[in-house]
């Protein structure tokens, strides 16, 4: 029995600066994300949510989709930094303020130093 006792979450925004992301960069960048995942641990889940935050004029609201995988101690300690800098990367590509991403039900939100 293999037990994976630790999840990574990734949020991929289809937003940059309230305006849509176009569908190629967004697919090209889940699926991006999807790779760089199965390759840290094997796989992973994706899933489709909306994600809501007070903005200055209100409530904004945008889809995201969740990339989820679950690993071992040894792989969620060495893929950790990857991950993060990952976020940094895709933060900067797509004009965000943050990229969150999830380790073991604590929310990072990464965002410029």
């Given amino acids: 029995m293999l037990t994976l006792n630790h999840s990574t979450r ?6 940059s600066n ?3 992301i176009d569908s190629i ?3 090209t960048w889940k699926n991006r ?3 760089l995942f199965s390759r840290l641990f094997g796989g992973c889940t994706s899933y489709q949510a909306v994600g809501h ?3 200055e004029s209100g409530l904004v ?3 995201v989709t969740i990339l989820e995988s679950f690993g071992s101690e040894e792989a969620f ?7 993060i800098k990952w976020a940094e990367n895709l933060r900067g590509l797509l004009a965000q303020e943050s990229i969150a991403v999830q380790f073991d039900n604590v929310l990072t939100l990464v965002e410029e130093e």
């Fill in 18 to 20: 309230r305006a849509e």
């Fill in 10 to 15: 990734f949020y991929i925004p289809s937003k």
């Fill in 53 to 55: 935050w007070a903005g």
């Fill in 61 to 63: 609201s945008e889809d």
């Fill in 25 to 27: 960069t967004f697919e």
């Fill in 33 to 35: 994300t999807a790779r």
């Fill in 77 to 83: 300690t060495i893929s950790r930094e990857t991950v």
